[in-house]
């Protein structure tokens, strides 16, 4: 599968941890760490979930598809 989220990047540059984040969420950690390695992806509300707790912009959290 390829790689669509920065979201394990993201958490290390908002020094926060998937146990943190799996715990704001109410979701298994494991599910946070499928995410993390990009095996699954979370749906994009999901997505925007995890941007507003990371006080982030969604876009930071997506690789993206155009170089320019």
């Known amino acids: 599968m390829a790689e ?6 993201v958490l290390v540059e908002k020094k926060k ?3 943190w984040l799996a715990d704001k969420m109410g979701k298994d950690p494991a599910t946070i760490s499928k ?3 990009n095996t699954s992806q979370p749906s994009i509300e999901t ?3 995890v941007a507003k707790l990371l ?3 969604i876009r930071e959290l997506l690789i993206p ?3 320019e």
């Open 4 to 9: 669509l989220n920065r979201l394990k990047v």
């Open 17 to 19: 941890t998937a146990k």
């Open 65 to 67: 598809t155009n170089k």
């Open 55 to 57: 006080e982030a912009d």
């Open 47 to 49: 997505l925007a979930e």
């Open 35 to 37: 995410w993390c390695t």
